[in-house]
């Protein structure tokens, strides 16, 4: 079907392509709402019936640069609302200037999480072969705090006696852990790639208060990307954190 | 369909209430609720989770259609998640998960990839 | 007579690799859902082969295991799945509600390679040393202990659930936002209520199996511990991942097939059909109700009792739209004028074959009795029926129905009556000994079983090589009218649709005039643009060797 100006050719109006694109995005989203459930599923009972292992799990992740991903997240779904305003008031730069703002917080995401990947890796807490909670307690690394690794060593020492197969349990809270970071982190990259694309077109102007459609459909996209974070954070970050 | 712009006014608003949401979840967490702790995060984090997809998603000012899909999505993870814990919330103790315990293999016979 | 229609308007490979045209989509579904059902089928042969001797004829149990795995793989996700949404549904859909294209016609095309790149990593799989887990994949064996190309084979199938998400997606958006004015939700063909109730199931379903592969190929590749005993997890988590999906996902297979139905017994006996909006609101109710049964596949695997009842209970209530439909098809054929066309025999077969189906998912629903039949032949001979008897004879009974349209051509009447019976006789003598079989114990996926049952495998087996050629009578004929059946007109049945309107094979554009409808659907008193009117002598269908 051919292209004439912004309206494709299978459709009749400008109104009907914008109705067609948002309800599009939107279904997707809902196969994505599923897609994130079945893990949340698998979360919900694997916890319940280890929680002792999600316990101690959980407090390995540090709560700084967690929370601190929360707010940058949100604050890109903010710079990404902020986005669809300008395009849809006319004020064509803003809609760049947004749009890239929107790109670096989640680029910092990106980078915070990379981070927390490393040091997980570094204490032994990949799923597989050398999985081992016992690992950092026994083995500290530069920057450790003695007291909060005699603290984690305690606490593991603790969890050992309650459940011999911290091991094989703690190891299915990590699983958890990187699938779901991971997953989330994969759609943040198409996210990012996204987002790109639009900058570009919003270089060139494409997007006024007639036409801004795809700006709206990926941040339905974005928004929905933040909200999965929204219930990952406490999920994942904040089990048993008053002990 | 007259397109409904929302103010930059309201969008900030709801960033505020989002940071205020991820303070008060993480003082929370530190607090001893019991058996409240998970149901209190869950709460905040739905609480928040509606403010963007009313405000940032335009879900409020959008047709009922819209609405409609967001409510479906909402009700089939319900499905998914209430029926299958139905059957782990009524199984007998020794059928739930780990408590059986089995002795793991010496060698692993699994199959390598 | 060369006027210009969507098969000739450009040429070429890339005109056709590269197309965004439904209708030559549809084609490119065609032929690719053709070759996997070869696939299937010759796996299927040599599955009936070797149950010809009690000991097993034919190939090792290690092979049998494979045969059975990717016999069902095959059919179900590379065939049964896209057949008629993404051959029938891609062509007719627009046409249908007035519409020049689907609503994204690019991810309509990016929807077939999905299926073609997830298709050559099972074939991949199915090369480089099989499957051997049965399609439903349980653990530990296929995250853990197998020894066959499990993980290429799961990579595949979760690509796969990408192409079927984007059909579904296309399909509602199209559905809600592309009609031709005055084609209200009430005027839309059945065909579409059946395409929108599928589209719901995939779009709801598939991401689960997606996410339950992922999961269960991640477990196998890094030793994770989900759904693997001996390290906490639990193989019955799996099985709910997966059912959730796949029982859902007969109902993909069914509902399209049930719309061709719709389409094909008001035409064929020339009446409007009877309850209208009660077909269409059993559509979207199994599409519902199909979404809270799925735990009756785990009666006897471990899940509780209580969740057993209830799964039980709610089974027996998705029985009561597919009746409401049996009842209505059987009502629209009282009092009518009948045709005995290929596509009416077929639609006829259907509904008796999907009845007898249905009716033996009721025996399985039971839980007392499914103790006793649960992975016995009786299990095999219920889906058969439903999935071959019901959805295969709708896809070729619809791709017989509007095969003029697709083609320009007619196919010759004569041969394909007697097509369609070979069909019918042959699926009869090839499943149902195996009701019997599995009542009196004969379980399924074993490569042996005790001699006194070799009789009746010897008939399902006789049965198998009659419903072959049921299958590739038509193939061939269809091929040959390609070339050299008889020209057909806009609309040779007649038939009540607005695809009916334009012309045989149509324009690209699919209608010269946007249309603009006035009419109620399946009104075959007072359609004068179609030489319908109350009255006059109903014209005959036009045949392809008359």
């Known amino acids: ?243 | 369909m007259s397109e409904h712009i929302v103010s930059p006014k309201i969008y900030f608003a709801i960033f505020a209430s989002l940071m205020l949401g991820t303070g008060i979840t993480v003082w929370a967490a530190f607090q001893n609720f019991g058996k409240l702790n998970i149901v209190i995060a869950l709460v905040i984090a739905t609480i928040k989770a509606t403010l963007v997809v009313l405000y940032f998603m335009h879900a409020r000012y959008s047709p009922k259609r819209t609405q409609l899909v967001i409510i479906c999505s909402i009700f089939w993870l319900a499905i998914m998640l209430g029926m299958t814990l139905s059957d782990y919330d009524t199984r007998p103790h020794e059928m739930q998960p780990g408590v059986t315990r089995l002795e793991p293999p010496a060698a692993p016979q699994a199959f390598t990839a | ?546």
């Open chain 1, 1 to 243: 079907m051919h292209r004439t100006g912004d309206l494709y050719g299978q459709f009749e109006t400008l109104e009907q392509q914008k109705e067609t694109a948002s309800l599009g995005m939107w279904v997707f989203l809902v196969t994505e709402v599923l897609f994130f459930g079945g893990m949340f599923l698998t979360y919900t009972i694997n916890r319940s019936a280890f929680s002792t292992a999600f316990g101690i799990g959980s407090n390995t992740l540090d709560i700084t640069l967690g929370a601190g991903n929360t707010v940058v997240l949100i604050m890109s779904s903010l710079t990404m609302a902020m986005a669809v305003w300008s395009a849809q008031v006319g004020k064509k730069k803003l809609v760049s200037i947004f749009l890239i703002a929107t790109l670096g917080l989640g680029t910092v995401f990106l980078g915070v999480k990379g981070v927390e990947y490393k040091q997980k890796f570094d204490h032994h807490l990949i799923p597989g072969h050398g999985f081992d909670m016992k690992y950092h307690p026994t083995h500290p690394m530069p920057g450790d705090d003695p007291k909060e690794l005699a603290l984690e060593k305690k606490e593991v020492e603790e969890a050992l006696a309650h459940d011999p197969d911290i091991n094989f349990h703690g190891q299915l809270y990590f699983s958890l852990y990187f699938g779901m970071t991971g997953l989330h982190a994969l759609h943040m990259i198409i996210g990012a790639g996204l987002l790109i694309w639009l900058i570009k077109g919003s270089f060139a102007g494409r997007f006024t208060p007639q036409y801004n459609t795809p700006v709206e459909v990926v941040g339905l996209y974005w928004h929905f990307v933040d909200i999965v974070w929204i219930y990952l954070f406490p999920l994942l970050y904040l089990i048993d954190r008053h002990r």
């Open chain 3, 1 to 546: 007579m060369t006027h210009e229609d969507y098969l000739n308007a450009t040429y070429g490979i890339r005109s056709w690799l590269l197309t965004t045209d439904h209708k030559r989509i549809a084609l490119l579904w065609l032929g690719s859902v053709t070759f996997f059902f070869f696939i299937g089928g010759i796996l299927a042969t040599m599955i009936r082969i070797h149950l010809l001797t009690p000991t097993g004829a034919l190939v090792s149990p290690e092979t049998y295991n494979k045969l059975f795995t990717m016999h069902g793989v095959a059919m179900i996700f590379f065939f049964l799945i896209p057949s008629i949404p993404a051959v029938l549904g891609n062509f007719l859909i627009p046409l249908m509600i007035g519409a020049k294209d689907l609503a994204f016609p690019k991810i309509n095309l990016l929807s077939w390679y999905i299926y073609i790149v997830g298709g050559i990593f099972v074939l991949y799989s199915f090369g480089t040393g099989g499957l051997d887990t049965g399609w439903t994949f349980y653990t530990p064996l296929s995250s853990v202990y197998s020894n066959s190309a499990v993980t290429p084979a799961v990579i595949g199938i979760f690509i796969n659930g990408f192409s079927s998400i984007l059909t579904g997606l296309n399909f509602i958006v199209t559905i809600h936002t592309m009609r031709a004015p005055g084609m209200t939700w009430f005027r839309l063909p059945l065909f579409a209520w059946a395409h929108y109730a599928t589209s719901l199931v995939m779009i709801l379903g598939t991401p689960v199996v997606a996410i339950t592969l992922l999961l269960a190929g991640l477990e196998r590749m890094f030793h994770l511990g989900f759904f693997n005993p001996a390290l906490g997890g639990d193989p019955i988590l799996f099985q709910h991942l997966f059912w959730f999906y796949s029982h859902p996902a007969v109902y993909i297979m069914i509902l399209p097939a049930m719309g061709v139905i719709s389409e094909i017994i008001p035409t064929f006996a020339r009446k409007p059909i009877f309850g209208y909006s009660f077909i269409a609101g059993s559509s979207i109710a199994i599409a519902v109700i199909g979404f809270v049964v799925w735990a009756h596949h785990m009666f006897v695997t471990g899940e509780s009792t209580y969740a057993a009842l209830t799964f039980s209970f709610l089974s027996y209530l998705v029985a009561i739209p597919s009746a409401v439909k049996v009842f209505n098809w059987t009502s629209t054929l009282y009092k009518g004028s009948i045709s005995w066309d290929a596509p009416m025999l077929y639609a006829l077969g259907f509904i008796g074959l999907f009845t007898i189906g249905g009716l033996t998912g009721l025996f399985l629903a039971c839980l007392g009795l499914d103790i006793h039949i649960h992975d016995t032949y009786f299990v095999v001979a219920h889906f058969h029926y439903i999935m071959v008897g019901g959805a295969v004879m709708g896809y070729v009974g619809g791709i017989h129905f509007w095969w003029p349209k697709i083609t320009g051509r007619l196919y010759p009447e004569a041969l394909s009556r007697a097509a369609a019976v070979t069909l019918f006789v042959g699926f009869n003598l090839t499943f149902f000994p195996q009701f019997i079989l599995g009542y009196l114990g004969m379980p399924r996926r074993y490569h042996t079983y005790p001699p006194e049952f070799q009789v009746l495998n010897v008939l399902s087996t006789a049965g198998a090589s009659i419903l072959a050629l049921g299958y590739l009578l038509p193939m061939a004929y269809l091929t040959w009218s390609m070339r050299y059946g008889k020209v057909a007109g806009p609309n040779p049945w007649p038939a009540t649709g607005l695809e009916w309107t334009t012309d045989s094979p149509p324009p690209t554009e699919n209608f010269h005039v946007t249309p603009e409808v006035t009419w109620e659907p399946y009104d075959f008193q007072d359609r004068p643009d179609l030489g319908l009117a109350a009255g006059s002598p109903s014209p005959a269908p036009a045949h392809g060797d008359d």
